[in-house]
């Protein structure tokens, strides 16, 4: 019996035991008897192996119980291996209790089962006993070999790589049962090719299932480029087991052979003077790995460079050195320069000497001498100063003397050195052939375009005479201080003003000139007195300033003059184009229309129905006009502001919306001996006299000059065909006027006269219609309300009279439709106000 079986064994008993102590403890309860009971369960010794050959089905052990007795009772088992995964591994034999094993077991899936075994009742069907519970363990056997994780390894190292530094990792494992004899195993190197360095095995810190892969000795690129090494892993289990895994060791070549020139000495001629030249090649050869840091070849100057003439670097491609001379030798102190250069490698120099890395040794570098003759050239004009600066105020007078150069030349007489001018954009200065003065000829101007920051550059040459000839240059900056002979200017000379946004516009002015000839600046009107009333300039001082409209102006252009004066008090003075309107989002003025415009179909289409629209309404016209011969216009009704209808100004209002009579239907009437025509209702000659006094009218003489119907803004209301009306004039007069369809005749009446001449100039006036209008009856004046014989409706006109006088401002101000009326009828007006 094996130690797992024995002891669940063990526990079985232990729990009859309890069991039957429970039930000892009910009979003691009952009958104070204690009675020992009989054990249940009996388990054989069950032990089972792993991957046993069989045959199959396999006996495994035979179960007991006391309970059972006879047919009437059954085995039943359940559980890992029954019921569970893997089914149907476990059987029992419902009768005697023997436990069946259908099939091997493989320990490394299935280490353990958990069965249950169960006696019923075979009528019921009901557990006559308690369930017996325990765990099968499998035995292992050692029948899994140690693995490596890989099985092939690819490890590149560089051959200059340090004596005892891992190559590489090696890692197994072994599926067998842990801590058993099974699952360890040891690992040794088996076999190297080549042989040298010897490589080993030692344990990773921490752990003895890892291995690090050393080696003693040192590597030669050269003779061998891949090493193989084959690893084994054994187990110590019976019989053992064991595994392989193969190491592949890449190499890569180090810096184990110094370059070499390919030329022992090199002899050039540089030019006097020359600079910024490749003068030489020097080719290298090396035995190490092409373009690697190993054969990359890095030059030096050991001697010979002592003024730092020349310099040597590698082509990336053809790994030369190109030896340059960047700063000219002068041939009258130097003919020959002898330059030793040296040649080594980017990475540092490797070398193993009897399978040993030799270190702290610098190795001696290859060198070359190269020998540099200097070939006498004719050498240029050398001024004395190649940069020169002069200081100036701008506007100085023609023939001033700016500079005048010291040149040296080595192998030429100075006396020969003749002088041009290379730059001189604006033309302003001239040189002296001869001694190279320069000398204004223009006035220099520090605000021209060829002033760049405050200066003007002007560059001379110097020439000799040698051949070929030698040229020498030097830089003349002129800096020019400023003067103030700018007079301040608008940056714009044409605003617009939204009247409907603002009342004020921006006035940005500008001034060419440097501090302290330019800004702030002073501000104030031109023109005369009577262009403050309309405009102001706020503020007066500073940067920049604003035209407020102080009234409201029609729209149109104004010119307004305005007067600047810089921080110096140079004054100036420009006017400036202000265009009043009402503007769109953008400060355009409302209503202009593009330069260019084209129409569409659609507006094509709605231009021909407008003109179809309008011969309609024209035929509609003159078909009512011939149906009616009293034409009544219809009343409008002008509760939106944006219906409005224009007044004559020396019209008083409309009549009543009813037909009235006629100004000549009745006979004249004699108040106080005075005829007078009858006026029709809504004339204001109606109860003009009454007891020979002017009461109506006299009511009227502190009334304004225009009357007109007030119907709280409702507009004029429909007039009768025939209208009286009167104006006041001057103190002391007034003004009748008499309209009959399209023809008005006035005539204006002294109110210092007697009221008895006065009515007889009115009758007279009166008498004079009626004969010029011989079809009318006489007519005799009503009672202001009278609205004819047999009106049942009770209107009323509203007659207000403004006390304006004749001040007609109030037609600037008509509404927002009327103003857009106004800005399309407008003319552009040329002389506005100043």
């Keep these: ?34 009675i020992r009971s009989k054990r249940r369960w009996v388990l054989s010794t069950i032990d089972l192996e792993e991957n046993s050959p069989g045959p199959y089905p396999l006996v495994v052990t035979q179960m007991f119980n006391d309970k059972k007795g006879g047919n009437t009772e059954k085995f039943r088992i359940k559980g890992d291996g029954v019921t569970k995964e893997p089914l149907n591994l476990f059987s029992i034999d419902e009768n005697d209790g023997t436990v069946y094993v259908h099939r091997p077991i493989d320990r490394e899936m299935n280490p353990i089962f958990h069965v249950d075994f169960d006696v019923l009742d075979r009528v019921t069907g009901e557990a006559v006993d308690k369930t017996l519970s325990f765990n099968v363990e499998i035995k292992d056997l050692n029948d899994n070999r140690p693995v490596f994780n890989p099985e092939v390894i690819h490890a590149p190292f560089a051959e200059n790589i340090a004596e005892g ?11 067998d049962q842990m801590d ?50 084959l690893v084994e892993a054994k187990d110590k289990g019976s019989p053992a087991m064991s595994s392989t895994a193969t190491v592949l060791l890449n190499i890569t070549d180090s810096n184990t052979h110094l370059p070499e020139f390919t030329s022992a000495k090199y002899n050039i001629e540089v030019m006097e003077m020359e600079s910024n030249k490749e003068i030489l090649r020097i080719g290298v050869k090396d035995k190490d790995t092409p373009n690697t840091p190993a054969s990359r070849a890095v030059f030096t100057i050991l001697k010979g460079n002592e003024d730092d003439n020349y310099k040597i670097e590698t082509d990336p491609k053809t790994n030369e050195g190109v030896l340059s001379v960047i700063k000219g030798k002068n041939f009258e102190k130097t003919e020959i320069t002898e330059l030793e250069i040296a040649v080594a490698n980017e990475e540092k120099l490797f070398q193993c ?15 070359v001498k190269v020998a540099v003759k200097v070939i006498d050239v004719n050498d240029p004009p050398v001024f004395k100063k190649t940069f020169e600066m002069i200081y100036r105020n701008e506007n100085g007078n023609p023939g001033d003397e700016l500079f005048v150069p010291e040149v040296k030349d080595e192998d030429s007489d100075v006396n020969n050195i003749r002088y041009e001018l290379v730059q001189d954009p604006a033309k302003w200065v001239s040189v002296d052939p001869k001694t190279g003065k320069i000398t204004t000829v223009q006035t220099m101007d520090r605000e021209s375009s060829f002033v760049k920051n405050g200066t003007y550059t002007v560059v001379v040459q110097a020439i000799d005479d040698g051949k070929p000839p030698a040229t020498g240059s030097c830089t003349v900056v002129v800096y020019l201080g400023d003067v103030n002979d700018n007079a301040p200017y608008l940056t714009s000379k044409n605003m617009v003003m939204c009247v409907n946004k603002v009342d004020r516009v921006t006035v940005v002015p500008a001034d060419i000139d440097g501090p302290p000839y330019s800004g702030p600046f002073t501000f104030s009107l031109g023109g005369d007195n009577e262009l403050k009333k309309f405009w102001k300039l706020e503020p007066t001082t500073g940067a920049n300033t604003s035209l407020i409209s102080l009234t ?24 400036l184009e202000v265009v009043v309107c009402e503007c769109t989002g953008r400060n355009v003025c409302r209503g202009h229309l593009p330069f260019s415009s084209r129409l569409g179909p659609a507006a094509i289409g709605l231009l021909f129905a407008g003109l179809l629209l309008l011969a309609l309404l024209l035929l509609f016209c003159f078909f009512c006009d011939c149906k009616s011969k009293n034409f009544q216009h219809i009343p409008l009704n002008l509760q939106d502001e944006g219906n409005q209808t224009l007044v004559k100004y020396n019209e008083e209002g409309g009549g009543s919306i009813f037909k009235p009579e006629s100004m000549f239907s009745s006979k004249s009437v004699m108040t106080d001996g005075i005829k007078i025509a009858s006026a029709p209702p809504g004339s204001m000659l109606t109860d003009v006299y009454r007891n020979g006094t002017l009461r109506s009218l006299a009511g009227y003489q502190h009334s304004s000059a225009t009357l007109k119907e007030a119907s709280n803004g409702r507009g004029v209301m429909g007039m009768p065909y025939h209208s009286w009306s009167t104006v006041r004039r001057d103190r002391g007069s007034f003004k009748a006027s008499f309209s009959n369809g399209g023809s008005q005749m006035s005539r204006t009446f002294s109110l210092a006269r007697s009221e008895r001449n006065l009515g007889e100039q009115i009758e007279r006036k009166i008498s004079g219609f009626s004969d010029g209008l011989n079809d009318y009856p006489d007519y005799s004046p009503y009672h202001y309300n009278y609205e004819g014989q047999g009106s049942a409706c009770q209107s009323l006109d509203q007659l207000t009279v403004s006390n304006l006088g004749e001040n007609l401002d109030f037609l600037q101000n008509l509404g927002p439709k009327f103003n857009t009326l106004g800005g399309i009828c407008q003319h552009h007006i040329v002389n506005a106000p100043h």
């Design 1 to 34: 019996m094996t130690k797992g079986a024995f002891f669940l064994f063990l526990l079985a008993l232990v729990e009859v035991t309890a069991s039957n102590k429970n039930d000892a403890g009910v009979h003691e309860k009952q009958d104070t008897v204690l």
């Design 165 to 175: 530094t891992p190559l590489t990792t090696l890692q197994a494992h072994d599926n």
């Design 180 to 229: 058993t004899p099974n699952s360890q195993f040891t690992m040794r190197v088996v076999s190297q090719e080549p042989a040298s360095p010897k490589m080993s095995l030692r344990d990773m810190t921490g752990t003895t299932k890892i291995k690090q892969l050393i080696f003693t000795g040192c590597f030669d690129y050269d003779k061998a480029k891949l090493y193989k090494v």
């Design 353 to 367: 000497v009897d399978g040993k890395v030799q270190t702290g040794s610098t190795p001696k570098l290859n060198t």
């Design 552 to 575: 409201s102006l029609p729209y149109g252009n104004y010119s307004v003059p305005i007067k600047m004066q810089d921080q110096q008090a140079l004054p100036s003075e420009e006017v």
